[in-house]
């Protein structure tokens, strides 16, 4: 689903990563671990298409209107001015123009409000939610868009032990399901989840099996 081969990503001038060469199959539950500011961002961003490789090959084939990606930075201003339901929806590419009202579309959202346990944000103003209520609800969001291909990025950021644990049971759901997902985390447990850890680090990019699938 997603190879590199032999990439130098970064930006112009700036080179983050050399002679990356990665592989993640369709079904593989991928966690991208190092120490801050080694480029994990930059990789995800690359991986789909935000960011052009400086050198080499980087490809991935899934559909972009099936991929649910959550950004790192909250890519939403805090006085947004929409409900959690309506900042749900902003992610269904696939389904319309953003805040629709197809019945397709809230199923969608309704499905991903009930995955968080937050059923009851669904019609709360978004700019007065919490940290931890913000991230479940960008979460949530990029759920309902994602059908064969999840990335997250620091999902756990805010969100309290319990939220974390009920979020890596989804997942594991989801990955057994036939979900491929792509996580990049700082958390130790989200290495436990995994079938196949990315490490990076001074010495590049180091792949290991992890749980068996």
Sequence with gaps: MIELVDAIIGYPRKPVLEGVSLTIDEGDYAVIHGENGCGKSTL????????????????????????????????????????????????????????????????????????????????????????????????????????????LDEPTNEIDVQTTQALFTLLDQLNQGGMTILMVSHDAQAQAHASKLVHLGGDGVRVEEGRPR
């Design 44 to 151: 995800l961003k690359t991986i789909l298409g935000i960011i052009k490789p400086l050198e080499g090959t980087v490809a991935c084939s899934a559909n972009p209107s099936e991929i649910g990606y959550l950004t790192q930075l909250n890519p939403l201003r805090f006085d947004f001015p929409a409900t959690c339901a309506e900042i749900i929806s902003t992610g269904l590419k696939c389904k319309g123009s953003p805040f629709s009202k197809s019945r397709e579309v809230q199923e969608a959202v309704w499905l991903s409000l009930e995955r968080m346990g937050i059923e009851d944000l669904e019609n709360a103003d978004y700019r007065q939610l919490s940290g931890g209520q913000r991230q479940r609800v960008l979460i949530a969001r990029a759920l309902a868009a994602a059908r064969t291909l999840l990335v």
